[in-house]
């Protein structure tokens, strides 16, 4: 059976990750070591110990994103955060830095390396240096890659696949976004934050929600449409007579129906986005993917169930994997 | 591909009417004493909001004539009831089946405020710290209130049942996990 990667954003979440049949669990420390930087989200040590602890009694495991770029001067924290993950028993790392990498590979050779989808690692050469210069052992695809190019890629390398299915969908190069940089001077690749909640502000002005992130409007939605995330590149502008979704309209990922494909094509792990989501999300979506992996490892027909009420614009899409997005 | 937003219910207009003359001084006696319960029970909760604990919360449940205020200024808890929406560093509205949803694990927060059905003003970071230290204590507001019920716990759990049923508002947990977690 393929294995299922889902989100956990606190303990709460994780344990309803692991009830609803979450093969592993991603999950990250609270400070700007890993890309989900947010408000009142995120681990302590001890409630990383407790709940690793806690996943591994019920035959889950856990890996720990540190999936960040450390800043010159300022490698200290993720050292420590990388001997924590291994201290609590995490059964992997998530990590996007070379230097972070080589630090890993020479300080914790035991400990299990897994190539961030942050580190855009997106062709066979690429993959194959992560693996031999650092022994990289996974890596998370950038969701630019058709079935197709995946499975191209998986006949040149000799590590596994782990590929995005549901959830949020970055259009940029992952790792190489800067895009919030320039509305907030942060991105989540420097401090683990992409449009920070510190720098979003919402108004209802008439019958429109307004969203404005570092001060620029960056959409304004009528009533009775569904509200985005505050990001740039879902953001709605003006230009002249012409308004419109410069990069991508807000919707996200569910690429269910491509499971059967995506075993075809080799890949080993499927991803779930959405640590910044609540445990009611994460239950639901979990429960419905896992019920899919086992349909498909069974041979049987997909299971219905839709999940977009739960998706960025209530609306979803198969992105890059079927080459059907504007 | 979509579908429909799930359905948060409303509270019929004529119950907020009818609970627009009620006082408001038994309800904040009542929650005041749910928060020093809460603050007591789950300190996790209030550790998990870091930089934010300190803020004001006006939480406007747009079905009911009342406004709740989450005061955590000063280290302490002090829930209380308003008729006018007090001074708060954020806002957040929405029909009360959805706060209560979104306690309760039934609704994810994310997917309501995609729907519109809720409404978030002021301090953008510290609505989000509360939203996740709600979600992660894993609280049940009926088996609070059972506590502090004493000996009358067993009319309001079956109190609470019945409203739940004909109202279709979340009351209790909906997803209590087998035990032994950390």
Known sequence: ?326 | MTDHAPTIPRLPPLLGQAMRPLPLLPLTVTLSALSRRLAKRHPGMFRRLGEHGNKRFALDPTDLPMVFLMDLRGGRVRLSAHRKAPAAEARIAGPIAAFLGMMHGAYDGDALFFSRDLVVEGDTSAVLALRNAIDDAELDLTEELADLAGPMAGFLRAAVAQAEKQSGVVLHRVDTLAGGWA
């Open chain 1, 1 to 326: 059976m393929m294995e299922l990667v889902c989100p956990a954003g606190t303990p709460a979440a994780m344990r309803a990750a692991v009830e609803a049949g979450a093969h592993a669990v991603y999950c990250g420390f609270a400070d700007e070591t890993n890309a989900r930087n947010f408000p009142g989200l995120n681990f302590s040590t001890e409630e990383m110990a407790s709940g690793i602890a806690g996943a591994h009694a019920r035959g889950a495991k856990v890996l720990v994103a540190l999936n960040t770029f450390p800043r010159a001067g300022g490698e200290e924290l993720w050292h420590r955060r990388l001997a924590d993950a291994e201290a609590a028993g995490a059964d992997a790392v998530i990590l996007a830095d070379m230097g972070l990498l080589a630090h890993a590979a020479e300080h914790h050779p035991r400990m299990r390396r897994h190539l961030s989808v942050q580190a855009a690692a997106a062709n066979p050469d690429a993959i194959n240096f992560y693996a031999e210069a650092f022994g990289v052992q996974r890596v998370v695809l950038p969701r630019v890659l058709t079935v197709d190019e995946i499975a191209a890629i998986n006949r040149e390398i000799d590590v596994e696949t782990e590929v995005f299915v549901f959830g949020g969908l970055c259009v940029m190069a992952e790792g190489r976004c800067s895009l919030s940089s320039y509305a907030t001077g942060k991105s989540p690749n420097m401090n683990g934050v992409c449009s920070p909640a510190s720098h979003v502000a919402y108004a209802e002005e008439g019958q429109d929600l307004a969203a404005r992130l570092g001060g620029f409007t960056i959409h304004r939605t009528p009533k009775n449409q569904p509200a985005p995330y505050p990001t740039l590149c879902k953001g709605c502008f003006s230009s002249g007579d012409q308004t419109g979704h410069v990069f991508e309209d807000p919707v996200s990922l569910d690429a269910k129906h491509l499971i059967p494909a995506l075993a075809k094509a080799g890949v080993t792990a499927l991803k779930i986005e959405g640590r910044q989501r609540s445990r009611a999300y994460v239950g639901e979506v979990v429960r419905t993917f896992r019920a899919a992996v086992e349909a498909v490892a069974a041979g049987r027909p997909m299971p219905e169930g839709a999940l977009a009420r739960l998706s960025e614009g209530q609306a979803a899409t198969a992105g890059a994997y079927a080459k059907t997005w504007r």
